[in-house]
């Protein structure tokens, strides 16, 4: 009966990722299907964490992080928890011997969100890790199946991926962290007054990071390689929306891709997949 617990665990994962983002989700279901629930687990995971931060405004969100914080080494320890988000998280955790220190990482840039609102270089920097980097990171053990070498070798590019995601994410919310959140991550910018050089800035250090992603990506076992590339597409096709959109527009608003590109974005990466183009 605990494989009952334990499916129901994840299945509340892959939930929180069907509800939260289409996006993601469709690409998840296009990994191999020994590698999907993982991934559901940690985003699952990551989401909830997201969720304490930036959305439980009448409620006490530094003690909320604290006890979701110890619940999770908690359940890593003790193997089991009763929070079916966790649960699932803890499975991927100890099956693949996913480096703790991560998990770390990712918590010390939740708690910043708790009171940060404006970042130097060296804090942005720290923040991105915390928050995106070590997530491409946690997935990497999946993809490279804990296989030490590998993941070596496609750690930065992982990083990279990770880094892309979380910047094209600050510039499509640009409005809701400046004015609901207010909060600035990107460094020296004044989102009163956000310039084209200032963009162009950030755009460029973006497009490199997607540069660094796609080397990786064509390394990426062929089982993994699939749903990543088209999360990275999803991404990218994002990031270009939003270098044609002019500066003061996207803080006005939430910069989208209809649904029909993304299933065009799909039918083309699977082409190239078929024909062995990636």
Same mark, same amino acid.
């Given at each position: ?77 003790? +193997? %089991?928890?009763?929070? @079916?988000?966790?649960?699932? /998280?803890?499975?991927? *955790? ?121 080397? +990786? %990506?064509?390394?990426? @076992?062929?089982?993994?390689? /699939?749903?990543?590339? *088209? ?48």
């Amino acid at each position: 009966m605990l494989q009952v617990f334990h499916t129901v665990s994840e299945n509340c994962s892959r939930i929180v990722a069907e509800k939260y983002s289409t996006s993601f989700c469709s690409a998840i279901r296009l990994l191999h299907k020994d590698m999907r629930a993982p991934i559901f687990n940690i985003y699952g995971f990551v989401r909830f964490a997201d969720e304490i931060v930036d959305t439980f405004h009448d409620h006490d969100k530094a003690l909320l992080l604290s006890r979701f914080k110890n619940e999770t080494y908690d359940a890593i320890d003790r +193997g %089991i928890s009763l929070n @079916p988000i966790l649960h699932s /998280f803890q499975l991927t *955790v100890n099956e693949y011997g996913i480096d703790r220190q991560l998990i770390a990482a990712f918590f010390r840039s939740m708690e910043l969100d708790l009171t940060k609102k404006v970042y130097n270089e060296e804090e942005y920097g720290e923040y991105i890790y915390g928050s995106a980097e070590v997530v491409g990171l946690m997935c990497l053990y999946i993809f490279t199946k804990s296989d030490m070498q590998m993941y070596h070798k496609l750690v930065p590019s992982a990083r990279a991926l990770g880094a892309a995601f979380q910047k094209v994410n600050f510039l499509r919310d640009l409005k809701e962290d400046t004015y609901s959140l207010a909060r600035m991550y990107f460094p020296g910018c004044d989102f009163n007054n956000f310039l084209e050089t200032d963009k162009k800035q950030i755009e460029d250090d973006i497009q490199h990071d997607f540069r660094e992603a796609y080397l +990786g %990506i064509l390394q990426l @076992p062929v089982q993994a390689r /699939f749903g990543v590339y *088209v999360a990275y597409k999803y991404y990218l096709s994002l990031f270009r929306k939003i270098k044609r959109t002019h500066p003061c527009h996207i803080l006005q608003k939430r910069i989208r891709i209809p649904d029909h590109l993304k299933l065009m974005i799909v039918v083309r990466a699977g082409l190239k997949h078929q024909l062995k183009l990636i």
